[in-house]
């Protein structure tokens, strides 16, 4: 299958700082991300889609202006969370599915972060 | 947004024993997904499904879909110790995006 690779693993950072966390499709190309958020114990929520080339698309309730996102290229999507707060301490996921070739998610392996 | 309704959300099996997990939706599905995933892991595809009433087998995992391409189940026969995590239901509604259930989590007493 796809490789989706996920970068850094785990993070920790002091409140008010900003991480960048890279999603990378390997092997393919991904017009398309998809950005996750997992809390412990509990399902993953989508946050926004990633379109390459254009602005990403946000779920309702999700801070655009928190979460940047950025789909610069074909193999290459950015989730930065700007101004971070404890509260923003979670599992943070990326995936992609690949059009044409078949529409399983690969998911990249997931960012811990820790807002101190 | 359209959700999918999956239960239960915690399974607690004896190993050898058979479990199902359930998932829901109150409109109709393009496709349902299943993906399981390890403590500490990220979510692993399984298998999908797509015509209505179909049923796939994976070795001990049967996964079936409902006619009306609104439900789904995993069933697991003879539990091993290696079935632990949790596994979800990913729902697709035709919009490229996947509505992902709640999870069951497994644990297995040998």
């Known amino acids: 299958g796809a490789v989706v690779s996920q970068h850094p693993s785990w993070v920790i950072c002091k409140s008010g700082t900003s991480v960048k966390i890279e999603c990378r499709s390997l092997d393919f190309q991904a017009t398309t991300m998809f950005w996750y958020r997992q809390f412990p114990k509990q399902s993953l929520m989508l946050m926004a889609t990633?379109?390459?080339?254009?602005?990403?698309?946000?779920e309702q309730g999700v801070e655009k202006d928190k979460f940047l996102i950025n789909h610069a290229s074909l193999t290459l999507s950015t989730l930065t969370v700007t101004s971070a707060h404890p509260e923003d301490s979670s599992f943070y996921i990326c995936s992609a599915r690949v059009v044409g070739f078949s529409t399983e998610a690969f998911f990249g392996q997931g960012t811990r972060l820790t807002v101190v | 947004g359209q959700q999918v309704m999956q239960i239960p959300q915690y399974q607690h099996v004896q190993e050898g024993e058979d479990f199902t997990t359930y998932c829901n939706s109150s409109t109709t599905l393009s496709n349902i997904q299943w993906y399981k995933q390890r403590p500490g892991g990220h979510p692993v595809f399984l298998i999908q499904l797509v015509k209505s009433g179909e049923v796939k087998k994976q070795k001990r995992l049967t996964f079936q879909f409902g006619e009306a391409k609104k439900n789904s189940s995993l069933h697991i026969t003879a539990t091993q110790t290696t079935d632990v995590g949790t596994y979800f239901c990913a729902a697709d509604y035709n919009d490229y995006k996947l509505s992902f259930g709640a999870g069951t989590t497994v644990t297995v007493r040998a």
């Open positions: 990633s379109n390459e080339g254009s602005k990403a698309t946000y």
